[in-house]
Nanobody, 120 residues
Framework: QVRLVESGGGLVQPGGSLSLSCVAS????????ADWYRQAPGKERELVAS???????TYGESVKGRFTMSRDSNTNTVSLQMNSLKPEDTAVYLC??????????????WGQGTQVTVSS
């Protein structure tokens, strides 16, 4: 069984920073690809950042230059460093990953989400 667990959300003032982590645990051989999404009340789910199997990074237009995604294959963790936060970044942030299990099956998994609130 595989689980994705996010952490690092919270309340921050505009202009501040937060770092989110998403740890894959259980029968994990490797994280193949991963994405961070966010969903604000009344809005559609938005793709924030992605990392490919070759570690190529892509970002949504609204976060380019402010957010940085990374992957640590040793700890099966993906992270999202968020700088220069704005009130419009307020949302639940969700981690999604394609994970290769120890039986070498590949499946999609979602974390439970972590709330990020940017407010003064």
């Amino acid at each position: 069984q595989v689980r994705l667990v996010e952490s690092g959300g919270g309340l921050v003032q505009p202009g501040g920073s937060l770092s989110l982590s998403c740890v894959a645990s259980g029968n994990v051989f490797a994280i193949k690809t991963a994405d961070w999404y966010r969903q604000a009340p009344g809005k559609e789910r938005e793709l924030v950042a992605s990392i490919s199997v070759r570690s190529e990074l892509t970002y949504g237009e609204s976060v380019k230059g402010r957010f940085t995604m990374s992957r640590d294959s040793n700890t099966n963790t993906v992270s999202l460093q968020m700088n220069s936060l704005k009130p419009e970044d307020t949302a639940v942030y969700l981690c999604h990953a394609q994970i290769v299990s120890t039986q070498f099956d590949t499946s999609d998994y979602w974390g439970q989400g972590t709330q990020v609130t940017v407010s003064s």
